[in-house]
């Protein structure tokens, strides 16, 4: 389809960070945009402010009967009534992935795909070809700070779009440049084995066009299978890579550092936000930007006031006083930059870290990397696995984390016990962690600690 065509849309899941980006789009291109969620979100208020007709009760009655195209997310259960009513009923039925297919081969294309890193890299890339005015369309899996948004269009035909691993859904992009983060076990309840992964990660490349780019964290496990044409490593510092940083340095919560490439060298780099990780994605970022041709000056100008991406080491409260972050963090690579990258900015401080798991089957798959990873901190506040998409699963509980912790500094926690923790402790670094709905505590985390 020639998605600039399509007037009337109709998205099953619209509250879905990934597909109200592509709601915006088509609502940006002047379609009629409607749909439906499982509940009220801040999103989802959002997109009705911007015009969207929104339910939030899966009902035939309430759908859009004369609608062009219907948009899913893999998410959406297979007994869906609407779904199910759209299906039967011909009309054209399409996942997420294939509507951003079609954008892929109608633009040029940066997509960022891996497993830790993805959202990051692909808002900094985004915000940084908006700010220098070079212009992009961009389809992102998080809120940057600095707009308030997951999208953006501009009059260039060029997409940023991160590429999610998640239903095999990235092996439909077709990208001019491709960058890989990472490439560790996860979702093994969609590939069941690391070994399947890996392949999907090694076909994602092969998707490149002709004469396109692939940029892939230097040391990637199976890197000599990536065989792009035109392939470019980046690492935060060792120098075996084709980019990488140098003179790196410390500078209240955030960091300033140059890097280095083949044909290019951009100097006195400021990052605002926390975390070494965040340096090696900026190092990423700024690579696009220099295969894209921009100039340096203008690239150092916007990276200064880039204010990260909500929930990703983002600072909720950062004074003399007290340290409060809160990071998406739901896997146990992320967990443990996210806990180590706290203790190098605040080595003076007591990291104190409540963490939600998220899914059964990652619980269950990685406890012992969840533990690992939180044997970091200096006291640990667990909450209950928040099931997303699954049901339980016997024997499978945030007990499973902690029975194979060494830091004995460990609770599992109600979130009302967590919100009288915080009443009751001094805390000066407060992490809140997880990908599930952790976040709606951090408002009154806030409000607690800022009345201290």
């Not at 706290?342 to 007591?350: C, Q």
Request: with cysteine; charged share 25%; proline share 3%.
């Amino acid at each position: 389809m020639n998605v600039k065509e399509i007037k009337k849309v109709y998205f099953v899941g619209i509250g879905g960070i990934g597909m109200s980006a592509l709601a915006r789009f088509f609502r940006a291109q002047g379609a009629i945009v409607s749909g439906y969620d499982r509940t009220e979100t801040a999103l989802t208020k959002k997109l009705a402010e911007e015009g969207m007709n929104i339910h939030y009760t899966d009902d035939v009655a309430l759908l859009s009967k004369d609608t062009e195209l219907v948009v899913y997310t893999p998410a959406i259960p297979k007994d869906h009534t609407e779904l199910n009513w759209y299906k039967n009923n011909n009309f054209p039925v399409y996942k997420r992935s294939d509507v951003l297919q079609w954008i892929t081969e109608s633009l040029h294309a940066i997509t960022v795909a891996g497993t830790h890193g993805k959202t990051t890299i692909s808002t900094m890339i985004a915000y940084l070809l908006r700010e220098t005015g070079y212009g992009c369309n961009a389809f992102l899996g998080g809120i940057s700070v600095n707009y308030q948004s997951n999208y953006w269009s501009s009059e260039r035909d060029t997409a940023v779009i991160e590429a999610d691993e998640y239903d095999r859904s990235f092996l439909k992009l077709f990208p001019d440049v491709a960058v890989l983060t990472a490439i560790d076990a996860d979702h093994l309840d969609i590939y069941g084995t690391v070994e399947e992964i890996e392949k999907a990660f090694i076909q994602y490349t092969k998707n490149i066009k002709p004469g396109g780019i692939l940029l892939v964290k230097h040391g990637l496990h199976r890197s000599a299978e990536l065989t792009a044409s035109n392939k470019l490593t980046y690492s935060l510092s060792d120098h075996a890579a084709d980019i990488y940083s140098e003179h790196l340095m410390q500078r209240q919560g955030g960091y300033t550092f140059d890097v280095l490439g083949k044909g290019f060298t951009v100097r006195h780099l400021h990052l605002n936000i926390g975390g070494l990780h965040n340096v090696e994605n900026a190092v990423a970022a700024v690579a696009v930007t220099q295969l894209l041709g921009i100039d340096p000056e203008k690239v150092r100008t916007a990276l200064e006031n880039f204010r990260g991406i909500k929930r990703r080491f983002e600072y909720i409260i950062k004074t003399d006083k007290t340290v409060f972050i809160d990071d998406y963090a739901h896997h146990p690579e992320e967990l443990a930059a996210l806990i180590n990258s706290a203790k190098h900015l605040f080595p003076n401080r007591k990291c104190v870290v409540a963490f939600q798991p998220h899914l059964f089957s990652r619980t269950r798959d990685f406890a012992d990397g969840f533990a690992k990873s939180l044997d970091m901190a200096d006291e640990v506040l667990l909450l209950d696995i928040y099931p997303a998409r699954e049901l339980p699963m016997e024997g499978v509980t945030s007990k499973m984390i902690t029975d194979r912790m060494v830091n004995p500094v460990h609770s599992i926690v109600s979130k009302e016990g967590l919100i009288e923790y915080v009443k009751n402790n001094p805390l000066d670094m407060f992490i809140t962690s997880g990908a599930g709905d952790i976040d709606k505590l951090v408002t009154p985390i806030k409000e607690i600690l800022e009345a201290k």
